[in-house]
Every structure is written in structure tokens, then in C-alpha cells.
């Protein structure tokens, strides 16, 4: 009860109305009874909460979408807006389907459309189908203010998704479809399926629903957000929607998820899936051939975010290549629908059939229904492997586990015994005085290839690059005599893939020295700012010996620890000596089974 600012009168002053009548007897007026009964049946608050935010979320929303078109684009108003956007999106819609599609009254629409026609925004011109309506375009003119409008959505957008991860907005977007899916069954009213008007979370380009989804759409929706969706991988993912899509009885021949990522070797992966068969892999090289992508349905369709359907049983007229994972199957059409993922992640899904007249529009519909939660989960799949995969390639494979296993925090190490190997390219402070930075990084890269894969394939573990210097690890789990062994063989092998290297310029040459001691293995930093290394004396000591083997001229050297360790018979002392930061003087061993040719002058060939 609202306080009016007046003392309340004492209880006793009080007088006791009769149940339904004002206190001062007169019989209450209907709407108040109304308003009376109706606080006393609804829901508690926690009953209802979905409900109430919607309404409030929607609300506040067109309220500060309002604003903005006032503020930022003089002479517009919503309205005006939406009419806009749905022929940039439907040229050639004529007045009545703009109508329904708006949902308004035609005479509402005529005067919005008179305002924009007036304002050389849009144009008019004869239905050649009915001579009574006119089909509707914009203008040139009118363009650059759609433009404007979707800068104006996205701008809004991100006020409204501040602090939702991507993710959790996937989610929401699923969840909410779920919602209006079973509202649509309870009240028999079509739902949209993807056709939500203004937002950029929905495929906007989708094919026509033409009524209400099925129930087998609800459940492969739930499915998609629901948990054991959740636990599979991309292969999971496949099988487990192809085979619902076939007991829904979509005639689903060939399934395939279309996906862009972050990677050093490859741009893309296709995930495919047909009945009765293995999923099948694809990874797309950075590196392969693009001349195709312009006739390419699938690169098309991210590009503009547009589904596409290709009969494939005519190909004779069909400016569209056909993708070869779908060649020799008799396959008669296939959908193509855009997965718009966040940021630069748009993929696409693609959906085969062998039936000989195609999808039927209530299959379509299906497909359509469920293709904003199929985003929703592949895309969060594509990110626990973007990020695992770039965690690798920048701080290891190892490093990378434990990040995402949650050591994330500044002194969060562990103690662990390794052989530890530090390789230095031989004469890099001449070669980048004599050559220019593209060839330094050629040559680096070259030199890097050789290292790198003979450290991995030993089971090594490569920590970081340091300018042109290599620092790996290895612990095996049969122990130190084995993890010796394997550090000496991953040394040999990277040395001589070296000697092999040919280049017209220069020989590649390294000194390697390893040792075997205890390290800290972890994180390190400042604040935010954290590096995942190894850290200690023996650290240091490997790396002190490497740089001995420039002043013996050694392609390999060994403290005494490593090289008992080992305990090979082509191990030989070549005495002691002093290594900065240390006291004593340490001996150090080299191989009577390594060349320790001397490399050869770098030519200044530019």
C-alpha cells in the first residue's frame, strides 16, 4: 500500500468492512472485484518468473530501440525501419505478403509505404501476377539507411548481451525456441521458426515454415540443448541428429557440418555423416586450392548468410560446383542452411536426400525449426576445439590440458623430473645481417620444421621459442634412463634432418644440449599476464652448456648426469668447463656417433 503522507487512524478507529464490500459499506465496483480476485489467484513470483521478464526484456528493449532511431536517424521511426529491412531481405514482395509478414493491417501498411515512396526510399511498380497490387523494392537511396539500421540493431544488441558469452546466448535462443515451439502447440498459432524479424540470431533467409512445427522438431530440439547432446563431439553429434532427422522421417541421405576455425595448418572442417556408414573428417588446408570457391554452394551460403537448395539430379544449368562429398550417391537435392556462429566462425549445415521430387515443405519446415539449436550446439563444440587447438599450437599440447583442466593461476606449478634439451641455430646473428626479414623467416621456419617434428616424435614436448632457439622436455614413463634415451634420439634425428635440409643460401646447423634434472613446470607472471614454462637451476644449466657448443665447436653436448643416464658407450668427456652463473666448473660430455662438421659461411646472396 502506498503511503499518501497522512497518519493512519488507530485499529480501533478502524471500521470492519463485510467480506467483498469497501470499509465503508458500499458495494465495490466490478473492476475492482475483478482486480480483487485476480491478485489472489496468480502465481507467486517465482512461478513466473520466465514470463515476466520476457514481457519486461521485450519491453525495455523496443524502448530503447525507439530511442535510438529518434536519436541516430532523423526522420525514421520503427516501423519505417522494419518496413525497410523486410525488402532488403524480400525484394520483389508485393503489399499483402509485406503485410502479414509485418503483421499489420493493410491500411497501416499502405500509409507507411505512401511516407517511404514519398521520401524516395522505396518504389512501386505493377504486379504482373495481379494487376491490383503493386510489388515493392528500394531505392538506391534507401541503402545506405538500411545499412544504418543494422549498424543500429547490432549497436543495440550488444548493449543488451553485455556480459553473455556467446554461448549462454546460443543457449537462451534454443531455450526460448522451445518455449514458443510448445506455445504454438498449445494455442494452435504458427510459429516464426527462425523468421524473427530484426534479430541476427535467427536465419533470417530461412525457407517458409508453413505452419507449425512438429513434435519430432521438438524433440530433436531438445535433444540438440539438452545434456547428452552436450557430451558428444562433432561425430556424435552427426550420428545422433542424422538418425533422429530418419525417425522423424526426414529422408536424410547425407548430413555434413561445414565449419571455419583457428588453426596454424587448416581452415575449415567438414564433419559427414551418412545412414549404415562411418562419420568421415575433412580437414581444409590453408594452403589448398580457392579458384572454386566462387561457385562453391557452400562458401556462398556463409558468405551471405542465405539457405540454398541445389537439384542435384540437373546439373546441366546450376551455376553451382557440387561439393565432392556428396559426388556418386544419387542424391537429387540438397539444402544448404548458414549456421551464423559469432565472430569469425559462420559454417554451414547441408542436408542430402535421395527422394526423386526432393524435401517436402513440411521437412523443410523441420529442418528449418531446428537449425538456430543445431547452430547453437556445433558452435559450442567449435570453440572448446578452437581454443584447445590454439592452446596447443601456442603453449603445447601438455601446457594446454592443464590450462583448460583449470591451473590458471600464478604459481600454480608442479615439481617433475625431465630431460631437458635447448637447440640453438648456428650463425642466425649473421644470417639476419646478411639477408633480408622475409628470407631470415623462411630460413627460421625451415629450421623450425626440422626441430620441431623430430622433438614430437620422440614424445617430447616443445615449451617455447626462444628467437631461433627450441626448449623441449621430456618425461617418460618408464623413467630417467628412458626419457635420456629418447631426448638423445630426437637430438640425433633433429640434426641430421638439418644436414638434409637443402637450401641455395646456406647449410642449417644447431647446437643441442641436454641435461636431466628437476624443474618447475607452470605458471609465471604478473597479474593477467601468465607464461606457461619451466623454471630452475637445471633450466639454466641446460641452457648454459648450449651455449658452450659454439666455443667447441659441438653439435651436441651433455652434463655428467645425462650422460650416466644414458649410459651409452659413445658418450666421452671433454672436460670441464666454466658456465656463467655457476660456480664450479662442469663437466660435459659429447658422442662419438654425432657429426660435428663445422657449418659452413653463410653467403650474403640476397
Known amino acids: 500500500m502506498i503511503d499518501s503522507g497522512r497518519s493512519a487512524p488507530s485499529d480501533a478507529a478502524q471500521p470492519r468492512a463485510r467480506r467483498g464490500h469497501a470499509v465503508d459499506g458500499t458495494e465495490p465496483s466490478l473492476d475492482r472485484r475483478f482486480a480483487e480476485r485476480y491478485l489472489r489467484s496468480v502465481p507467486r513470483a517465482e512461478e513466473d518468473t520466465i514470463v515476466w521478464l520476457l514481457h519486461d526484456a521485450a519491453r525495455l528493449w523496443r524502448k530503447r530501440y525507439n530511442r535510438a532511431v529518434r536519436a541516430e536517424m532523423p ?3 520503427c516501423a519505417r525501419c522494419a518496413v525497410l529491412v523486410q525488402l532488403a531481405q524480400r525484394g520483389g514482395t508485393n503489399q499483402a505478403t509485406l503485410a502479414q509478414i509485418l503483421a499489420i493491417k493493410p491500411i497501416a501498411l499502405v500509409r507507411l509505404l505512401d511516407r517511404l515512396e514519398a521520401a524516395g526510399l522505396i518504389a512501386r511498380t505493377a504486379d504482373p501476377r495481379d494487376r491490383r497490387a503493386h510489388v515493392l523494392a528500394l531505392t ?21 548481451e553485455r556480459g553473455v558469452s556467446t554461448a549462454a546466448t546460443g543457449r ?91 588453426h596454424p595448418l ?35 551460403v556463409v558468405s551471405t548468410g542465405e539457405w540454398l537448395s541445389l537439384r542435384l539430379d540437373d546439373r546441366q544449368t546450376s551455376p553451382w560446383s557440387t561439393p565432392g562429398i556428396f559426388h556418386n550417391r544419387k542424391l537429387s537435392e540438397l539444402l544448404i542452411a548458414p549456421l551464423l556462429n559469432a565472430g569469425p566462425f559462420a559454417g554451414a549445415a547441408t542436408f542430402g536426400t535421395t527422394r526423386p521430387t526432393g524435401f517436402a515443405e513440411h521437412q523443410r519446415s523441420l529442418l528449418q525449426a531446428i537449425v538456430p539449436a543445431l547452430r547453437s550446439a556445433s558452435e559450442l563444440k567449435l570453440l572448446h576445439l578452437v581454443e584447445a587447438s590454439l592452446l596447443s599450437a601456442y603453449v603445447g599440447t601438455v601446457p594446454a590440458q592443464r590450462i583448460l583442466a583449470g591451473h590458471v593461476r600464478r604459481g600454480d606449478v608442479e615439481a617433475l623430473d625431465a630431460a631437458l634439451m635447448v637447440c640453438d641455430l648456428r650463425g642466425f646473428t649473421a644470417l639476419s645481417n646478411h639477408l633480408p626479414e622475409a628470407r631470415v623467416l623462411e630460413l627460421l621456419n625451415t629450421y623450425f620444421d626440422q626441430v620441431v617434428p623430430a622433438i614430437e616424435g620422440a614424445g617430447g614436448e616443445v615449451l617455447k621459442f626462444m628467437g631461433d632457439a627450441v626448449l623441449a622436455y621430456f618425461h617418460h614413463e618408464d623413467g630417467a634412463a628412458t626419457s635420456c634415451a629418447v631426448a638423445f634420439d630426437a637430438a640425433r634425428t633433429a ?35 601468465l607464461d606457461f614454462t619451466v623454471i630452475g637451476r637445471d633450466v639454466n644449466l641446460v641452457s648454459r652448456i648450449q651455449s658452450i657448443c659454439a666455443l667447441t665447436r659441438r653439435s651436441l653436448l651433455m652434463s655428467e648426469r645425462f650422460a650416466d643416464l644414458l649410459a651409452a658407450p659413445h658418450t666421452r668427456s671433454i672436460g670441464r668447463h666454466e658456465l656463467k652463473g655457476f660456480s664450479e666448473p662442469t663437466e660435459l660430455f659429447a658422442s662419438a656417433i654425432v657429426d660435428d662438421r663445422p657449418p659452413t659461411l653463410i653467403h650474403a646472396q640476397t
Not at 254 to 259: D, I, Q, S, T, V
Not at 271 to 300: C, K, M
Not at 495 to 505: G, I, K, T
Not at 506 to 528: D, F, M, Q, R, T
Request: proline share 4%; net charge neutral.
Open 75 to 77: 526522420g525514421m521511426t
Open 140 to 160: 538506391a537511396r534507401a541503402l545506405p539507411i538500411v545499412d544504418g539500421i543494422y549498424r543500429l540493431t547490432r549497436k543495440v544488441h550488444g548493449e543488451a
Open 172 to 262: 537462451l535462443v534454443a531455450l526460448l525456441g522451445q518455449v514458443s515451439s510448445n506455445l504454438s502447440a498449445a494455442t494452435g498459432e504458427p510459429w516464426s521458426a527462425g523468421r524473427h524479424r530484426g534479430s541476427r540470431y535467427w536465419d533470417r533467409a530461412a525457407p517458409t515454415s508453413g505452419g507449425c512445427r512438429t513434435d519430432g522438431a521438438s524433440k530433436i530440439i531438445g535433444w540438440l540443448v539438452g545434456n547428452e547432446c552436450h557430451e558428444l563431439d562433432f561425430s556424435g553429434l552427426v550420428t545422433g541428429l542424422g538418425t533422429m532427422l530418419r525417425q522423424a522421417g526426414v529422408p536424410v541421405e547425407r548430413l555434413a557440418l561445414h565449419m571455419r576455425t583457428l
Open 266 to 300: 587448416i581452415r575449415g572442417r567438414i564433419v559427414a555423416w551418412g545412414p549404415n556408414e562411418p562419420v568421415e573428417i575433412f580437414d581444409l588446408q590453408h594452403d589448398a586450392d580457392t579458384s572454386e570457391q566462387l561457385d562453391n554452394p557452400i562458401y556462398h
Open 495 to 529: 640434426l641430421a634432418r638439418l644436414a638434409s635440409a637443402v637450401d641455395a643460401q646456406c647449410e642449417l646447423h644447431a647446437g643441442i644440449a641436454l641435461h636431466y634434472g628437476k624443474v618447475s613446470y607452470g605458471n609465471i607472471g604478473s597479474g593477467k599476464r
